[in-house]
């Protein structure tokens, strides 16, 4: 029997949808996103992934090899669209599951990645891996680092590259393992691995240890989502956001979002701790709304 994933709709209490990612590792909303919000962003960000180049060189070939010759990839989603980032970024639901598995262990969560991933005909399945290898020298076990989503901006099959998941994969023992040692140990069994098969606007919402992957694409249609995660904000992020979302575009978004992409000071001095991100011994987030923040 093939795995499945559990579904919401995204007027489901928050509380039951993390109890449900909390057993299975991920689960589906349905409905996170207006028609209107996918539209948006859709039309927004349309010219920057026309204009990607799935060629392109990147900072390591591994990451080449990683997305595939196929998959056109646009980083910095909230510097590109507004909608991405007021209706998307800051979605209530999502911020929601983000303070129940995240907030407990730190101050405050931040914005890890907003990446535009458009997966073309001809992509193979990526390479089933947990997102939270990226902070690989973290001690296991050790707390939730990350909460991520995959949203579909169109409708998402299991022909046309919807993501595979592993439920339960966060609680096997091999988390604990390196990185290179759970890639040595080899992919999981066919029948392990779950399809986000949805409907545009809805999201697989996932643990960053959580196995899943990319699929293959073997319609004529390109799939076009987004990878949007949040970290503990004491992490450093995968994407340097300061630089991405730079104080000139970061102005001109509501406080919250400025917070979310890093903006704020972290203050645990409440929490019996210091504090990280300070300019000038000022919350930059308030230097930036007087307009004294260096550009």
Not at 163 to 186: A, C, F, Y
Not at 255 to 262: D, K, N, P, S, V
Request: charged residues 20%.
């Amino acid at each position: 029997m093939t795995a499945c994933l559990q579904r919401f709709h995204a007027s489901a209490d928050p509380d039951d949808i993390v109890a449900g990612v909390e057993r299975d590792g991920a689960v589906i909303v349905e409905g996170l996103l207006s028609s209107d919000v996918v539209d948006r962003v859709n039309e927004e960000v349309g010219p920057a992934l026309d204009a990607a180049d799935p060629d392109a060189d990147l900072f390591n070939p591994v990451m080449k090899a990683f997305h595939g010759p196929y998959t056109k990839q646009v980083a910095g989603a909230p510097g590109l669209s507004r909608t991405f980032a007021v209706d998307v970024m800051c979605n209530p639901l999502l911020l929601a599951i983000c303070d129940r598995v995240l907030l407990p262990s730190c101050a405050r969560y931040q914005l890890n990645l907003g990446h535009l991933l458009q997966r073309g005909p001809g992509s193979d399945e990526q390479v089933l891996h947990r997102d939270e290898a990226v902070w690989s020298d973290m001690p296991r076990p050790g707390p939730e680092l990350q909460l991520a989503t995959v949203i579909a901006f169109v409708d998402f099959t299991k022909e046309n590259g919807g993501t595979r998941v592993v439920p339960g994969s966060h609680r096997w023992p091999d988390r604990n393992l390196s990185p290179m040692e759970q890639i040595l140990k080899g992919p999981p069994p066919p029948e392990q691995v779950a399809y986000a098969e949805m409907p545009a606007g809805s999201a697989v919402v996932y643990l960053g240890g959580t196995i899943h992957g990319g699929g293959a694409n073997t319609t004529d249609v390109p799939r076009r989502g987004a990878h949007l995660s949040y970290c503990l904000g004491w992490l450093r992020t995968e994407e340097n956001n300061y630089l991405s979302i730079p104080p000139s575009v970061a102005a001109t978004l509501p406080r919250q979002a400025q917070e979310l992409i890093g903006y704020a000071v972290h203050d645990s001095i409440p929490r019996g701790g210091g504090y990280l991100g300070m300019v000038h011994m000022q919350d930059p987030v308030e230097l930036l709304e007087r307009g004294e923040l260096p550009t």
